[in-house]
């Protein structure tokens, strides 16, 4: 079965500070992809950073980064100078490439502090 | 733009009346998925269409149906609506047939009365 892990149900960040939101995976499948969602508080679910299982380098999207470390099987999100507006519900999760389904860690929730 | 389009927004329904939610999308993906999302916890996939393939998740209740009657449409049915329902329904697309990132719908919040 494949398992994502979220360690840290919450986390304190001060702004202008970088923060990293840790995240495991357990899968047998070679294929699969690694997703981190951002959730505010008004619900909508957004993507923000993408990391295929074949890939070699680590992914980026302006200050987002995920720290792919495929032998330990975690994808950790990187977010540098936090802004108050990073305040929210972030979501990791896995893709596979044999079934389409789509699979959410339990989240943490970041809270920026002025 | 392209996007997914939830309506209603919020849906009050009474207990044990059957209640639909509907998904639209203009991205063209073949995969369409039902997430339902109890408040402080990860979104659960309830179930997803490849094309018009079924794809039932197994701890999924008989009490929710689904259909697909087109590429862009598809529709979340709860037969008997209980209070344990009420939750943040998510819809979702895919391109599928590769690991690709989810689009999300706002969502519609039911409650049941």
Redesign the interface.
């Known amino acids: 079965a494949q398992k994502i892990t979220q360690t840290q149900p919450g986390m304190f960040v001060q702004e202008k500070e970088a923060v990293t939101l840790d995240c495991t995976y357990d899968t047998s499948d070679p294929?699969?992809?690694l997703?981190w969602?951002k959730q505010p508080s008004s619900?909508?679910?957004i993507?923000l950073i993408?990391q295929?299982?074949y890939d070699q380098q680590n992914a980026t999207e302006g200050r987002y980064s995920l720290n792919f470390q495929k032998a330990r099987k975690s994808a950790n999100l990187v977010i540098s100078a936090s802004q108050l507006g990073d305040s929210a519900m972030y979501?990791c999760?896995m893709?596979?490439?044999t079934?389409?389904?789509?699979?959410?860690?339990?989240?943490t929730s970041l809270t920026v502090i002025p | 733009d392209a996007m997914v389009i939830q309506n209603p927004r919020y849906q009050v329904t009474q207990f044990g009346k059957p209640v639909t939610l509907s998904c639209s999308q203009t991205l063209n993906h073949n995969v369409m998925y039902w997430y339902q999302q109890k408040s402080s916890q990860a979104p659960k996939l309830l179930f997803h269409y490849y094309d018009k393939d079924f794809n039932n998740e197994a701890d999924t209740p008989d009490n929710f149906q689904s259909r697909r009657p087109n590429t862009s449409f598809c529709f979340l049915d709860i037969r008997s609506p209980g209070l344990g329902d009420a939750a943040m329904y998510l819809c979702a697309t895919s391109a599928g047939g590769q690991p690709s990132a989810l689009h999300f719908g706002n969502g519609t919040r039911l409650t049941v009365t």
């Open positions: 294929s699969y992809g997703f969602y619900g909508e679910m993507f993408y295929g299982s979501f999760a893709s596979l490439n079934g389409n389904q789509f699979y959410f860690g339990t989240g």
